[in-house]
């Protein structure tokens, strides 16, 4: 089935360590996105893409980074674990004519 | 930054009856979506509005753009559990051109 595929679906990470949650898309879309959803606060934009070797900063991109080496793949670093980025992150493309995103099943991080 | 407003927060219904849900901004979209996100899974887009005063219809659920272009509502006729779900809004924000999500209207529809 076409779309976005996230990986890991939950993880359990010690604060301080490094992780890397993977997104790719099979729909050949330009623009990919991370996103974080927090109770009360909705979806946050941390970083987006909107071409292959392109990057920008979103709303809250503060101790995560984003590479997009190819069209296909996206995946979001976390550096250095706080417990203040448990939440459940949600991965995004969008075909640039038609600007309706498609995401992911998202990825449920507990940093403790 | 451009911000989005939604109400109500939380809203439990019987089947069969209709409901509105709104989303609100003091700022000025070139469009407008909705989505609907169940527990477990990311959201998934219903509608894109781009025309101020334009109203789209998808079986029970209407659409509307403010003429402004600053406010939505989606209406639902006779509701079903399988309406149940948490709708979001979002409109172009500042970001280049991604869209800002609003908090939500988490509805929950009872057999």
């Known amino acids: 089935t076409a779309g976005i595929t996230q990986a890991p679906t939950s993880q359990i990470l010690a604060a301080g360590r490094s992780m890397t949650l993977r997104c790719t898309q099979d729909?050949?879309?330009?623009?990919m996105y991370w996103y974080r959803q927090d109770l009360g606060l909705g979806l946050r934009l941390i970083h987006y893409?909107?071409?292959?070797?392109?990057?920008g900063k979103g709303e809250v991109p503060d101790g995560y980074s984003v590479s997009r080496a190819n069209t296909d793949d996206f995946p979001l670093t976390l550096a250095s674990a706080v417990p203040s980025q448990t939440s459940v992150y949600f991965c995004?493309?969008?075909?640039?004519?038609?600007?309706?995103?498609?995401f992911g099943s998202g990825t449920r991080l507990t940093v403790v | 930054t451009q911000l989005l407003e939604q109400s109500p927060q939380f809203l439990s219904i019987q089947e069969g009856e209709n409901l509105t849900v709104y989303c609100n901004s003091s700022?000025?979209?070139?469009?407008l979506q909705w989505y609907r996100q169940e527990p477990g899974e990311g959201p998934v887009l219903l509608v894109t509005v781009v025309t101020g005063g334009e109203v789209k219809k998808l079986k029970r659920l209407t659409f509307q753009f403010g003429d402004a272009r600053k406010d939505s509502s989606l209406h639902i006729t006779a509701a079903q559990p399988g309406d149940t779900g948490l709708y979001l809004c979002a409109g172009v924000g500042n970001y280049g051109q991604n869209f800002v999500f609003g908090p939500g209207t988490r509805l929950s529809v009872l057999p």
């Open positions: 893409s909107n071409t292959a070797g392109t990057t």
């Open positions: 729909m050949r879309h330009n623009a």
């Open positions: 700022s000025v979209f070139s469009s």
């Open positions: 995004a493309s969008s075909d640039s004519r038609s600007g309706g995103y498609t």
